[in-house]
T-cell receptor
């Protein structure tokens, strides 16, 4: 089984709808992240969480919200989806045992299309 | 502020040829540098990373990268490319006081038989 899973893998929705993307991990990591990937722009950080009680905005958090339900679960919500939120969304986790940046482990991605 | 530049958007090589993907970073202190690969329809997988020590680092799948502080570069190399290496490659930089990574815009590698 994959260590980082995302559901759904693909979603098509309409403008104005509320959408939730879910991420689960079995790696036991405290740190979780949500990124979006757009062609030519690479990955951009939306939100990140260093533990269940710690949520932080990334560089492009407007229009998004998150919930860290447990150490293993981190959900991303689009309260009112708009077409320019059409993108590939990735969840990632990392362990931070030594106080330095370390490897992030990515889920397979969710392709979201907003019509 | 940290930043990463991957100057090549798209590279095409023949199978068996050597490969070098460029990455330049901007960071005031010693950076933590990563190369990730994204195969079609997949998430990102770590190829290799540099934190300190030997400036030539070996990764998975026969890849290596060299950290050159004087040039602010961390180029990825492979001596002989295989068709299965066709993918998108991302360079990323991290910092000592945070666990956030800044990603470059990626280089798409196409391999011809």
């Amino acid at each position: 089984d994959a260590d980082v899973t995302q559901t759904p893998r693909n979603r098509i929705t309409k403008t104005g709808k509320r959408i939730m993307l879910e991420c689960s991990q079995t790696k036991g990591h405290d740190r979780m992240y949500w990124y979006r990937q757009d062609p030519g722009l690479g990955l951009r950080l939306i939100y990140y969480s260093f533990d269940v009680k710690d949520i932080n905005k990334g560089e492009i958090s407007d229009g998004y919200s998150v919930s860290r339900q447990a150490q293993a679960k981190f959900s991303l919500s689009l309260e009112s989806a708009i077409p320019n939120q059409t993108a590939l969304y990735f969840c990632a986790t990392s362990d931070f045992p030594t106080g330095i940046s370390d490897t992030q482990y990515f889920g397979p991605g969710t392709r979201l299309t907003v019509l | 502020a940290q930043s990463v530049t991957q100057p090549d958007i798209h590279i095409t090589v023949s199978e068996g040829a050597s490969l070098e993907l460029r990455c330049n970073y901007s960071y005031g202190a010693t950076p933590y540098l990563f190369w990730y690969v994204q195969s079609p329809g997949q998430g990102l997988q770590l190829l290799l990373k540099y934190f300190s020590g030997d400036t030539l680092v070996q990764g998975i799948k026969g890849f290596e990268a060299e950290f050159k502080r004087s040039q602010s570069s961390f180029n990825l190399r492979k001596p002989s490319v295989h068709w299965s290496d066709a993918a998108e490659y991302f360079c990323a930089v991290g910092a000592s006081n945070t666990d956030k990574l800044i990603f470059g815009t990626g280089t798409r590698l196409q391999v011809f038989p």
